[in-house]
């Protein structure tokens, strides 16, 4: 089994690197590469806690039941990610491409999914659901996030994709399960 999901992201990997190229390529532009850096650095988690954090002074009740939720799914998204991960075992770009240039530390080995994807994804389908007033600005953040992983060279264009059919699938089963509860 291991041997056949080698095999099927060998392929995509040959399919994606030109994409891969073109858009690692504008780490080569400090300025782009200062913001990418940051956004992924806020993507590590920072500006999820922060928002959890503050959301029961922001909206007293209402900011509570979001932030258990969002705190809640988070884990839960921890758990998949690591799961797909340490079975999918699929090398970042920057090591299977010497021409891509890693333009930040990742956080482990592997790149399938994205992490930062499936978290931002699923934190802002869960803001949007309990604030609408947020979407705009965490839309734009996760856009982002996810370029900023392909720009960097961390991760292939399908890692992203993944990680935000994850989070997406992740937000959603989180508010069906809470309307289901009635919460």
């Known amino acids: 089994m291991h041997s056949r999901v080698a095999l099927a992201f060998q392929r995509i990997d040959r399919a994606e690197l030109r994409f891969c190229r073109l858009l690692n390529s504008s780490s080569g532009f400090a300025a782009i590469r200062v913001l990418f850096r940051a956004v992924s650095w806020l993507g590590d988690g920072w500006i999820w806690y922060l928002l959890i954090a503050a959301l029961p002074a922001l909206y007293g009740a ?83 996030v996810a370029l900023s992983r392909v ?15 994850l989070g997406g699938g992740l937000a959603f089963a989180s508010l069906r399960l809470t309307m289901l509860l009635g919460a």
């Open 62 to 144: 209402a900011g509570w039941a979001a932030a258990v939720q969002m705190a809640v799914t988070g884990a839960f998204g921890v758990a998949i990610y690591r799961a797909v991960k340490h079975r999918a075992v699929r090398e970042r770009p920057f090591i299977t491409d010497a021409t891509i240039n890693c333009a930040a530390a990742p956080l482990d080995r592997y790149s399938f999914p994205s992490g930062h994807t499936l978290h931002a994804v699923s934190f802002t389908m869960l803001m949007a659901s309990h604030f609408p007033e947020w979407s705009g600005l965490l839309l734009a953040f996760t856009g982002l």
């Open 151 to 165: 720009v960097l060279g961390l991760h292939y264009p399908t890692d992203v994709a993944a990680g935000a059919l």
